[in-house]
């Protein structure tokens, strides 16, 4: 694993694990894991283009640690790049123990973003807004 806590910043999204999010033995599904990733991404996606986005993509996951049952996971996410109508968004899962402060990275991913008008065409994703 990469880094060895995690980012220093706001998670887009921050979940307790729970029993019907797992399988028989307390055991988090992959599935469960990577739709919370995608619900962070979604947001930041959303965010960006002004509107709705929605998931055209996602590049390889591969699971490094576990999540069971009771543990909080954070999954930040970040835009990577935008194109004409389309975004990347990165992000990481991190998992933290119920009882403790131990926290260890899960799995990280990209995932691209298609902005979409009323009817569900692509439309171009307006510029960056300063504050």
């Known amino acids: 694993m990469s880094n060895p806590k995690p980012p220093d910043e706001q998670p887009a999204i921050r979940v307790t694990a729970m029993p ?11 599935g469960w894991l990577m739709s919370m990733m995608d619900l962070a991404a979604s947001n930041v996606a959303s965010r960006r283009s002004a509107g709705r986005a929605v998931t055209v993509a996602i590049d390889a996951v591969s699971f490094h640690h576990p999540v069971h049952v ?3 996971l954070s999954v ?16 990481v899962a991190w998992q933290r123990d119920r009882d403790s402060e131990r926290t260890a990275k899960v799995t990280e991913a990209s995932f691209t973003y298609i902005a979409i008008d009323e009817q569900g065409k692509p439309r171009p994703v307006p510029p960056e807004r300063t504050p």
């Open 20 to 30: 019907a999010d797992a399988n028989f033995y307390g055991d988090i599904f992959g």
């Open 76 to 91: 930040y996410a970040n835009v990577m790049s935008v194109g004409r109508s389309s975004m990347k968004i990165a992000t």
């Open 70 to 72: 009771g543990d909080e």
